[in-house]
């Protein structure tokens, strides 16, 4: 009778065990996947820079550029009215290429005229600076230390050379549609990098 009781109420434990249990999903890895927290703020801790630039190219750099790039007036404008404090922001130019500039392989960019100076914009295959970054509007206390934060930048500009056609000396003096990203300082632009380019049908 006692090892009757006695197994009645491991049954009756086990039953309330297995209620008060959630199931959880599990990983490629066999690790458990948490359900994302809703009250949780958005970051980037456990991403490579990689990882974020490809996941968010879409959503906050190119969606940011399509609703907020620059036409070639209003970066003239800007231009015009020197700031110490650094802006970057993203324009869409249709135009001219006055020139490609090949003269290091590695570093190309495409020369246009904005405002009658020339604007020398970085179309790979390397590109430096955090002008994509930047003007994406992403801020450092999103992510977990400075290192991570500037990593972001290169990781950007080597996710903008996947998505650029290859440029040579065929595109001189043809029309082209460019997005880019660039840092405004002291009226002069630094840093232009591309997202989209493409040429247009003469």
């Given amino acids: 009778m006692w090892l009757k009781q006695w197994g009645a109420a491991l049954t009756g434990c086990a039953a309330l065990l297995l209620t008060a249990c959630t199931v ?14 809703p009250n949780a703020k958005a970051s980037f801790d456990n ?3 990689q990882q974020i ?38 324009v869409r130019l249709t135009g001219k290429i006055e020139r490609v500039d090949s003269s290091n392989a590695r570093e190309q960019k495409v020369v246009m005229t904005v405002n ?16 994509i970054r930047d003007a994406a509007g992403f801020r450092f206390e ?14 950007f500009n080597r996710e903008a050379v996947t998505h650029l ?7 001189n003096g043809k029309t082209a ?4 990203a ?7 632009t630094e840093e232009a990098t591309a997202l989209e380019l493409k040429q247009e049908t003469p």
């Fill in 116 to 131: 009658g100076q020339p604007l020398s914009i970085q179309s790979g295959p390397v590109m430096r600076g955090n002008a």
């Fill in 142 to 155: 999103e992510f977990t230390n400075q290192v991570q934060f500037a990593q972001l930048s290169r990781a």
């Fill in 47 to 49: 991403q490579t820079p």
């Fill in 165 to 171: 056609p290859k440029v040579d000396d065929s595109w």
């Fill in 24 to 37: 959880v999903d599990l990983d490629a890895d066999g690790k458990p996947m948490m359900p994302a927290d």
């Fill in 182 to 188: 660039t840092t405004i300082t002291a009226g002069k």
């Fill in 53 to 90: 630039a490809q996941q968010t190219w879409q959503s906050r750099v190119l969606n940011t550029a399509s609703q907020h790039a620059l036409d070639a007036s209003t970066l003239a404008a800007q231009l015009k009215i020197p700031s110490a404090t650094p802006q970057s922001v993203f």
């Fill in 177 to 180: 549609s460019i997005v880019f």
